[in-house]
């Protein structure tokens, strides 16, 4: 009887090792779902077309589902010899209904079958990695009205720079994940493209529609070629890096947060239950989930890295290179999912340390370039400001005070009368407010951006505890 099982070539048995060797079913079998949604609306394409029953078609999509429930609830025996999970559906299917079940692999192959399927796997998991990047968003953007009094220091080259409104901060990281949101967004445009029907390679002799399938599983269209369709894996390399991106920005967010918490620093505290003890250091409270979320950057790259080299100088167009596609892209897609998930509450949970920050201010010359704006403002040339204020920086640092903290007379001997107003501009504080750029941290623009910021991602007042 024709099986869809792994047979070896002209008859002969595979061997063993070789069957060990080149199953998917451990990893593919996350695909099942997709496999069956798929299977489905094939199976009611081929009936409309007339190339199935409509009895035949029913008969399958209720075994499917009885299939599907029985995976779902691990009562579903795995088998390597089976290959993949597209093969031990087709098995079971075929052990139920015989004949009938033979039908379901009419006009199609695995190649476009996986592809199907991952694809709808894909778009599912970018729908629930936008909306895990919206919650760290919104934990940023709710942080930002409880922390609008307090100032930090911007660093640049991390070395101290200028003030900023700590929701100044809070938004440049929502501006990296928003980016991200929206390469996902585009990507997802790719991803949603219905290749099921390109058969093996060449296409089929068969009276399919694949408009029709295409529809019935929420595509937005169907790929054009099939031997295209069958070798592309562009849309998981995309992703990839989507993800690669994400691991980026969330890195350079807990390196931030384990510096700002260190005693040096003393910025940030974080919140207790996302810290670890050491065992032998009891004062210790270690940033292990940050560090982890700054080392798992480097699989979800590793992956993308992995994925790119696989696909390198494939002919056209199904290779069996291309199994190997899963597992990268799966392992992307959960490390940056547990990454998500912890980095919402670590943000909403954290504290800033308002005394220690305030109490440090001071140190770093942050208002040296409002100084020299203000001296421009007052008509000395941009490389003369630049040069007066450099030498009132070395001045104030041989006596060891604030740029406030320098006499009248030093101010009057840089230039002439400075002295009378130039108290009212220095200090973080004045120097923050002295900001009116667009994308600058000015209180006025910042506030708006936390306005522009809720209304985007519908934050009402109250709405988050
Ligand atoms: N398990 C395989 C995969 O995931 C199925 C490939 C089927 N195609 C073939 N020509 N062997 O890619």
Not at 26 to 31: G, V
Not at 223 to 242: G, H, M, P, Q, W
Not at 445 to 459: D, G, H, P, Y
Request: hydrophobic share 40%.
């Amino acid at each position: 009887m024709a099986t869809p099982s792994r047979s070896g070539v002209f008859g002969a048995a595979t061997d063993r090792r070789v069957e060990q060797f080149t199953e998917s079913v451990s990893f593919d079998h996350r695909l099942y779902q997709q496999d069956i949604q798929g299977s489905i609306a094939h199976s009611r394409m081929l009936a409309a077309q007339q190339v199935i029953s409509s009895d035949e078609q029913q008969q399958i999509e209720t075994t499917l589902t009885e299939i599907g429930e029985e995976i779902a609830e691990n009562r579903f025996a795995l088998r390597i010899e089976l290959e993949d999970i597209h093969m031990h559906i087709e098995q079971a299917l075929i052990d139920r209904l015989g004949d009938t079940g033979r039908k379901l692999h009419t006009g199609r192959s695995r190649n476009d079958q996986v592809s199907t399927d991952f694809r709808l796997w894909v778009r599912d998991a970018i729908d629930k990695l936008d909306a895990q990047l919206a919650a760290v968003q919104r934990a940023f953007v709710t942080r930002c009205e409880q922390d609008m009094d307090v100032t930090l220091p911007a660093y640049t080259h991390l070395q101290r720079a200028q003030p900023v409104l700590a929701p100044h901060y809070w938004l440049a990281y929502c501006e990296k994940l928003h980016r991200d949101r929206d390469r996902l967004r585009d990507c997802r445009r790719r991803v949603n493209v219905c290749t099921l029907g390109t058969a093996a390679v060449a296409g089929t002799t068969l009276p399919i529609d694949r408009q029709d399938v295409a529809g019935r599983l929420g595509f937005d269209g169907i790929s054009a070629n099939s031997i295209d369709s069958s070798s592309d894996r562009d849309f998981v390399l995309e992703t990839a890096f989507c993800l690669a991106m994400i691991a980026e920005h969330l890195s350079t967010w807990a390196e931030e947060w384990i510096l700002w918490s260190t005693v040096e620093y003393r910025f940030i505290k974080l919140p207790h239950e996302f810290c670890t003890g050491s065992s032998i250091m009891p004062q210790k409270i270690n940033p292990d989930v940050l560090e982890l979320i700054r080392g798992k950057t480097a699989r979800v790259i590793g992956s993308l890295q992995t994925l790119l080299v696989l696909v390198k100088g494939l002919p056209l167009a199904y290779n069996r290179d291309l199994q190997e596609d899963k597992p990268a892209l799966f392992d992307a897609v959960d490390t940056v999912t547990s990454c998500l998930e912890l980095a919402a509450p670590m943000v909403a949970g954290a504290e800033l340390q308002r005394e220690s920050i305030a109490a440090r201010l001071d140190r770093g010359y942050l208002d040296a370039t409002t100084l020299m704006e203000y001296l421009i403002k007052c008509g000395v040339p941009h490389r003369n400001a630049h040069h007066l204020v450099g030498d009132l920086v070395r001045q104030a640092t041989d006596r060891d005070v604030p740029l406030a903290g320098l006499p009248a007379e030093v101010y009057d001997a840089a230039h002439a009368g400075l002295s009378e107003h130039v108290y009212d501009v220095l200090g973080v504080d004045k120097a923050v407010a002295a900001f009116c750029s667009y994308g600058s941290t000015a209180p006025h623009e910042v506030a708006k951006q936390v306005t522009l910021w809720r209304e985007r991602l519908s934050i009402t007042e109250g709405s988050l505890a």
